[in-house]
């Protein structure tokens, strides 16, 4: 449990104080200090070796830290790593998987292992299979599965017994467009149902649109942990994509580019990315001149998912 | 259920459970079963092959029960050599470790599940002696259970030395070639050097494995002094107390520490 002066909680699920890891000589986590509350869904983005999945191996007590404490659902996990596991799905690196198991074996062998009753458990590994869409594959031998059947395993064998903390390290890696996205769907269903998610991901829009929050990373240290929507506002990086009738000439595209607010356009065939600074009303007022004083013929528009891009390389780049 | 109710020895069944499938599905049990029947019956097809005629009971039973330890140390390793290190060097570790499980409790359920079976191989083996020797003399040396008790005892410090080679080295196949050449060539030749100088080399645990087979015919004394020209050969008896203590000793400690070793191994 946690101890006298330690400022993790029961209202946080993940509270890490001051972690730091030492590979050797090699610092991979400096002083990481995070508390993410229950029912967030927290993105982790940072570049490779940012220190991202040593801090979800501390969490999952796969590796110990150097200095500092992790706690998961209040517990230390170091001190109580069974404790501080219990509620805890997770997903670390590629998952591999015993080769000659079958699904139906292995997650029947994890959900005994949580103590999770037998006659329930059959029900729930169809079920989970059934979300990851591997029922087809039931019963068949895991060395013959493909990179991406085992992601979903993995995904299957970290929502099985129902965790309310989630925390997944890359959960699309290797899988294609059709299996990221039902992947994505998986994480935003688990995290309507009130469940804290810890995501981390290279995929900055599968943090956009899966996470509320997103701490960023980098050489090991944290270099902003905010809302999507502060991170936006803080670095004035809001974009919009815009969907055009017809292709757009030069000079309309020179009349946008001296518009109020706007700090940067590019354009596609038929579409168009406006860079600008502001909220909502100047977004709104931007749209209308578009229409009215450039005589751009919109057939739709929504924010650009570059926008978190834009300021993960900004703080990447000042953070370097 | 209840966490706290669902204790270790409950995940440690489970874990046993899981492990042994693991010994059956990849054939090591099949296998390891085969070379005991081949060992088993090779001598006695030979004998009646050749049509000599069995010798007498107690040389024939020594004789005969000294390949055990040649079972023991290939199915030992055969079944602990990748028991720990295959968790990290295949990456299993990283879906494995994340559940509320001790490692202290995983070492305990694949030892037991790596016991198994090697207890079975060992069973087969003096049954089949059995057997012949019933078949053959009419009777069954009373020895012969107390030489199992000696067999199991040395199966549990050859696994628990494999299983710290599991723990230490990142490999499987490391780990199984080391604890078969430590048992097979290393320790038996530091034995013979020892007893070639006269010392006697009682803390060794092959050598301590001798008590299996000696106890069919208990020497008068512990050591023979041969001398021939200018040279003393030396011959030295295990003690069977000191020999009891000798293997459960390494049992215990190889045991701890790879249970130790495992729980602090990191999975990089």
């Known amino acids: ?320 | 259920m209840d966490g706290e109710r669902f204790g270790s020895f409950e995940q440690i069944k489970i874990i046993v459970r899981y492990e042994l499938l693991r010994h059956l599905r990849r054939r090591r049990l099949y296998a390891v079963l085969f070379i005991t029947a081949l060992i088993g019956m090779l001598p006695l097809i030979v004998l009646k092959g050749l049509n000599v005629g069995f010798p007498e009971v107690k040389q024939w039973t020594s004789t005969y029960y000294g390949y055990i330890s040649l079972i023991v140390i290939v199915s030992g390793a055969f079944f602990a050599g990748d028991a720990i290190a295959s968790e990290f060097e295949q990456k299993t570790g990283y879906m494995l470790f994340p559940n509320p499980v001790k490692r202290t409790s995983l070492v305990i359920g694949k030892f037991i599940a790596a016991f198994l079976p090697v207890l079975l191989a060992v069973g087969f083996y003096y049954a089949i002696g059995v057997i012949s020797m019933w078949a053959t003399y009419g009777t069954i040396p009373t020895a012969t259970a107390t030489s199992f008790a000696y067999a199991v005892l040395f199966s549990c410090c050859v696994l628990g030395l494999t299983f710290l080679f599991s723990a230490v080295l990142k490999g499987s196949m490391g780990a199984t070639l080391l604890a078969f050449f430590t048992l097979f060539l290393i320790l038996p030749i530091i034995g013979f050097v020892l007893t070639f100088t006269g010392n006697e080399p009682w803390y060794l645990p092959t050598y301590a494995s001798g008590i299996i087979t000696y106890i069919f015919d208990p020497p008068a004394k512990r050591v023979e002094i041969i001398p021939t020209d200018g040279l003393k050969f030396y011959v030295f008896y295990p003690d069977f107390l000191i020999s009891v203590i000798v293997m459960a000793v390494y049992f215990i400690v190889t045991l701890l520490l790879s249970m130790l070793i495992t729980n602090r191994k990191e999975m990089a």
């Open chain 1, 1 to 320: 449990m946690l101890n006298e002066g330690c400022e993790a909680t029961f209202l946080e699920a993940i509270v890490t104080e001051g972690l730091t890891k030492y590979y050797g000589k090699i610092l991979a986590l400096n002083d990481l200090n995070l508390k993410i509350e229950k029912g967030r869904c927290v993105g982790f983005l940072g570049p490779n070796g940012a220190g991202k999945s040593t801090t979800i191996k501390i969490l999952c007590n796969l590796i110990r830290p150097t200095r500092g404490k992790a706690y998961v659902n209040g517990y230390n996990t170091v001190v109580e790593p069974t404790k501080a596991l219990k509620d805890v799905g997770a997903i670390v690196e590629t998952p591999e998987f015993y080769s000659y198991l079958t699904p139906m074996e292995i997650l029947g062998y994890f959900g005994r292992l949580r103590g999770m009753a037998v006659h329930d458990l059959k029900q729930r590994i169809l079920q989970v299979l059934e979300t990851a869409k591997l029922s087809e594959w039931a019963n068949t031998k895991i060395g013959k599965f493909s990179r991406g059947m085992k992601q979903r395993l993995g995904v299957a064998q970290a929502i099985l017994h129902n965790p309310p903390i989630l925390i997944l390290d890359e959960p699309a890696l290797g899988l294609d467009p059709r299996g990221m996205y039902e992947i994505r769907e998986i994480i935003k269903a688990i995290v309507k149902e009130g469940k804290t998610v810890f995501l981390a991901s290279h995929m900055l829009h599968e943090i956009q649109e899966t996470c509320d929050s997103v701490a960023l990373l980098n050489k090991g240290k944290l270099l902003a942990y905010d809302s999507i929507a502060n991170l936006e506002n803080v670095f004035k990086a809001k974009k919009i994509y815009v969907e055009l009738l017809r292709p757009l000439e030069p000079k309309q595209i020179g009349k946008i580019e001296k518009l109020e607010n706007v700090r940067a356009v590019s354009t596609g065939e038929k579409s168009l990315t406006i860079s600008f600074e502001g909220g909502e009303a100047e977004q709104a007022e931007l749209l209308a001149k578009l229409v009215k004083d450039v005589g751009v013929q919109v057939v739709s528009f929504k924010p650009s998912l570059e926008v978190l891009e834009e300021v993960y390389l900004q703080l990447v780049k000042e953070g370097s």
